[in-house]
């Protein structure tokens, strides 16, 4: 259960693999709101000695570790990213704690910010589940050839590569039904930031959040 004060408002953030999630996260933060990311409390919960790191460690043996004792992540993904079992237990182990973590942040910025928007970045934010806990779900979406597109430029992948990491989500498509706010950041960022602006304005305000619709709020 998400932890919410009289007055805070949180939204969850999510998007697909390359759609462009933390650009518009750090927008969202310019404009005053203050964020909490999942991807950066995984790498915290993760350290060396820390709970996750010891199950991590026991289940998937120590070849996944660096020199310095810490995890590679890259070595790690390289074990569940065909391997759905394997995956599951992984988020078993992480999820659990990366949720509790972020309970707590959030909790600290409603008792020292408690008339701030707070977004929750999350990118499993749908497959968790935790989507039905939160009023407002904003999605950043562009379609699944530029998801492909900008992987390759960013990553260096082959066409292949990039679509078997595509594959391996759920697909940004289907997302979109779930979602109450859709920022399309397919075209420059000055579209993407006042779409951004206008949501923000628009949930500050008290504003009901329209039902999903799985189209863009804003051109």
Request: proline share 7%.
């Amino acid at each position: 259960m998400v932890p919410e004060a009289a007055h805070q408002i949180i939204a969850g953030l999510t998007g697909g693999i390359a759609s462009g999630k933390s650009t518009v996260a750090a927008m969202l933060a310019e404009a005053g709101a203050r964020v909490v990311d999942a991807d950066r409390i995984a790498h915290q919960v993760v350290r060396k000695g820390q709970p996750a790191w010891h199950d991590i460690v026991a289940h998937f043996g120590e070849t996944i570790l660096k020199h310095n004792g810490e995890i590679d992540r890259d070595a790690l993904g390289a074990l569940v990213f065909n391997d759905t079992e394997a995956k599951h237990t992984l988020n078993r182990i992480v999820h659990p704690r990366v949720f509790e973590s972020m309970a707590k942040e959030i909790q600290q910025l409603a008792d020292e910010h408690p008339d701030d928007l707070v977004i929750m970045d999350v990118p499993l934010l749908i497959e968790s589940g935790l989507h039905a806990t939160l009023p407002i779900v904003i999605l950043v979406y562009v379609p699944t050839s530029v998801q492909k597109e900008r992987l390759m430029r960013r990553d260096g992948l082959s066409a292949a590569d990039a679509t078997a990491r595509i594959r391996s989500q759920m697909p940004i498509d289907d997302k979109r039904a779930h979602a109450h706010y859709i920022i399309d950041n397919t075209g420059e960022p000055d579209a993407t930031r006042r779409q951004v602006h206008d949501i923000y304005q628009r949930i500050l305000s008290g504003e009901p959040a329209p039902p999903p619709s799985g189209r863009p709020s804003s051109p």
